[in-house]
């Protein structure tokens, strides 16, 4: 297992790399190039220089989080090919440069959706929040408005303001597409870009949706393990994994997380894992938490033990965390709670291994 943080390059992160290496037990980072327009490729030049830096503070990179799926892909157009393309050439170049993991997701439209960026909790710390029916009463484009306005001058992951203008007419394309429609898309991208992956030795790893549940009258695609176990079977091969997010995946109460751990993890289908812990106040509105059990919903415990029983070998990062401290930060991803988080999780870590030796596991 390999713990590490996500950071963003070229200046567009108010943590320095060099702070990150002083995170205990902390090995690498998940990057992504935000600056490269969605559907382009990633030269393989921009990677290496972005991977330099990484080095030269003293840690690795080898998760990319996230190359963006181009929305023509996502609505099966007949232009898709020509991004399909540039995908699997991306693919091929973070191989080149050292990248064993690609995280990614195929939501339409919506990258995730929340209610407000800096919530108050009763400590007087700030979270992402999640309220149901202010989301359905608004529309996705004045969200992101709101949320960006709220971001603190960060651009948001997924959130570019490129493509704001597009939501309302993309939302208006979804309702026609059902979503067995919308899984033959998926299938055409992943039998295009999983050979790919297999070649460059990256593991494909697809996100969650975030919430889980349907919205707006968008496909639902990665929402729980029946759908889950029916992406894998879609390209069965181990460069086609998940990356599970307690966070998202778990928003919904009816997903056993230390279940779908040990799942994934027994069939070496899930290359990376988001621990992050959430506060429901009903099964549809949540607070993001701290990442210890006694603060939210999920048993961390539990979940780590699943994934240390099961043979999990991969990488681990603390998810979003709380705004404390006076910290000033992207929304979700100050250093001083993600580095709590992830401190946490490895002591868990150490306190199963020690506690439970490991069992063979097959191959
Ligand atoms: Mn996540």
């Given at each position: 297992m390999k713990m590490i943080m996500r950071w963003f390059p070229h200046g567009d992160?108010?943590?320095?790399?060099e702070y990150i290496r002083q995170v205990p037990g902390v090995s690498g980072v998940a990057v992504m190039?935000?600056?490269?327009?969605?559907?382009?490729v990633w030269p393989l030049e921009a990677v290496v220089e972005v991977r330099d830096v990484v080095h030269a503070a003293?840690?690795?990179?080898?998760?990319?989080?996230s190359v963006n799926i181009h929305e023509d892909i996502k609505k099966g157009l007949p232009t898709r090919d020509r991004y399909i393309e540039n995908y699997r050439t991306t693919i091929h170049n973070l191989g080149q440069a050292g990248v064993k993991c690609l995280c990614y997701n195929f939501m339409p439209v919506l990258d995730w959706a929340r209610s407000a960026l800096a919530h108050k909790l009763p400590d007087n710390s700030t979270v992402l929040s999640y309220r149901d029916a202010e989301v359905r009463a608004g529309n996705p484009a004045e969200m992101a408005r709101s949320m960006a306005g709220e971001s603190g001058g960060y651009s948001l992951p997924g959130w570019e303001p490129e493509r704001i203008p597009a939501m309302a007419a993309d939302i208006e394309f979804y309702q026609n597409v059902a979503q067995n429609e919308y899984w033959k898309n998926m299938k055409y991208f992943l039998d295009a870009v999983v050979p790919v992956a297999e070649e460059s030795g990256i593991r494909m790893a697809i996100h969650p949706d975030d919430p889980p549940w349907e919205l707006f009258g968008l496909p639902k695609v990665i929402g729980n393990l029946e759908n889950i176990r029916k992406l894998l079977a879609l390209h069965d091969s181990k460069?086609?994994?998940?990356?599970?997010c307690t966070g998202s995946l778990g928003?919904?109460?009816?997903?056993?997380m230390p279940a779908i751990a040990r799942e994934l993890a027994a069939l070496d289908r899930l290359p990376f894992v988001h621990l992050r812990n959430v506060k429901h106040l009903t099964p549809r509105d949540f607070d993001e938490s701290a990442h210890l059990s006694q603060c939210g919903d999920h048993d961390m415990f539990a979940i780590v033990k699943a994934l240390y029983d099961s043979g999990f070998d991969g990488y681990i990062r603390p998810d979003h965390g709380r705004m404390i401290w006076g910290e000033e930060a992207r929304p979700g991803y100050g250093l001083y709670d993600r580095a709590l988080g992830a401190n946490y999780i490895l002591g868990l870590w150490e306190a199963v291994a020690k506690m439970t030796p490991r069992r063979a596991v097959a191959s």
């Amino acid at each position: 297992m390999k713990m590490i943080m996500r950071w963003f390059p070229h200046g567009d992160d108010s943590v320095p790399i060099e702070y990150i290496r002083q995170v205990p037990g902390v090995s690498g980072v998940a990057v992504m190039l935000s600056r490269i327009p969605v559907g382009e490729v990633w030269p393989l030049e921009a990677v290496v220089e972005v991977r330099d830096v990484v080095h030269a503070a003293g840690l690795e990179m080898e998760v990319i989080e996230s190359v963006n799926i181009h929305e023509d892909i996502k609505k099966g157009l007949p232009t898709r090919d020509r991004y399909i393309e540039n995908y699997r050439t991306t693919i091929h170049n973070l191989g080149q440069a050292g990248v064993k993991c690609l995280c990614y997701n195929f939501m339409p439209v919506l990258d995730w959706a929340r209610s407000a960026l800096a919530h108050k909790l009763p400590d007087n710390s700030t979270v992402l929040s999640y309220r149901d029916a202010e989301v359905r009463a608004g529309n996705p484009a004045e969200m992101a408005r709101s949320m960006a306005g709220e971001s603190g001058g960060y651009s948001l992951p997924g959130w570019e303001p490129e493509r704001i203008p597009a939501m309302a007419a993309d939302i208006e394309f979804y309702q026609n597409v059902a979503q067995n429609e919308y899984w033959k898309n998926m299938k055409y991208f992943l039998d295009a870009v999983v050979p790919v992956a297999e070649e460059s030795g990256i593991r494909m790893a697809i996100h969650p949706d975030d919430p889980p549940w349907e919205l707006f009258g968008l496909p639902k695609v990665i929402g729980n393990l029946e759908n889950i176990r029916k992406l894998l079977a879609l390209h069965d091969s181990k460069a086609n994994g998940v990356t599970m997010c307690t966070g998202s995946l778990g928003a919904d109460q009816g997903n056993d997380m230390p279940a779908i751990a040990r799942e994934l993890a027994a069939l070496d289908r899930l290359p990376f894992v988001h621990l992050r812990n959430v506060k429901h106040l009903t099964p549809r509105d949540f607070d993001e938490s701290a990442h210890l059990s006694q603060c939210g919903d999920h048993d961390m415990f539990a979940i780590v033990k699943a994934l240390y029983d099961s043979g999990f070998d991969g990488y681990i990062r603390p998810d979003h965390g709380r705004m404390i401290w006076g910290e000033e930060a992207r929304p979700g991803y100050g250093l001083y709670d993600r580095a709590l988080g992830a401190n946490y999780i490895l002591g868990l870590w150490e306190a199963v291994a020690k506690m439970t030796p490991r069992r063979a596991v097959a191959s």
